[in-house]
């Protein structure tokens, strides 16, 4: 498995035998977020995003992170046939070790228990749990 990330309009051209790019996923490149993803062969594994937005909003949660010069990683998405092996986690260290120089945040809803112990196991440590807020500032 191999790791990669683009942070311009190259995206368009990834090909995959198992995933079209989202045109949305052009948005995120023009905002200058940065799309890592491992893969295999000409398959994708695995995908997720970092931004260094200084107003990160978290459309799933409808609150927005107030960033100063901070990574925040988001958006991950393992596709079924990698499941269960290790990989999401592998992503997340790849990501951690590339950017060492920087601060670096994530976030998951702490039901999603498989993603709270991939984190945790990937190098993150708890920072704040949030309930009812509509701003974080890191």
């Keep these: 498995v191999d790791y990669n990330s683009i942070d311009d309009e190259s995206i368009n051209k990834l090909n995959f035998n198992n995933f079209s790019i989202p045109k949305n996923f052009l948005h995120r490149i023009n905002k200058k977020d940065v799309f890592h993803y491992l893969y295999k062969n000409q398959e994708i594994v695995c995908y997720g995003w970092s931004s260094k937005c200084s107003n990160f909003y978290v459309k799933e949660k409808n609150f927005f992170i107030e960033n100063f010069d901070n990574l925040i990683f988001y958006d991950f998405y393992t596709l079924n046939n990698y499941r269960n092996k290790g990989y999401y986690q ?20 702490i039901f999603n228990k498989r993603s709270v112990r991939s984190i945790l196991k990937s190098g993150f440590s708890l920072f704040k749990i949030i309930f009812l807020s509509k701003k974080i500032i890191l």
């Design 90 to 109: 592998k992503l997340l260290k790849t990501m951690i070790k590339n950017y060492s120089n920087k601060n670096c945040y994530i976030y998951t809803t």
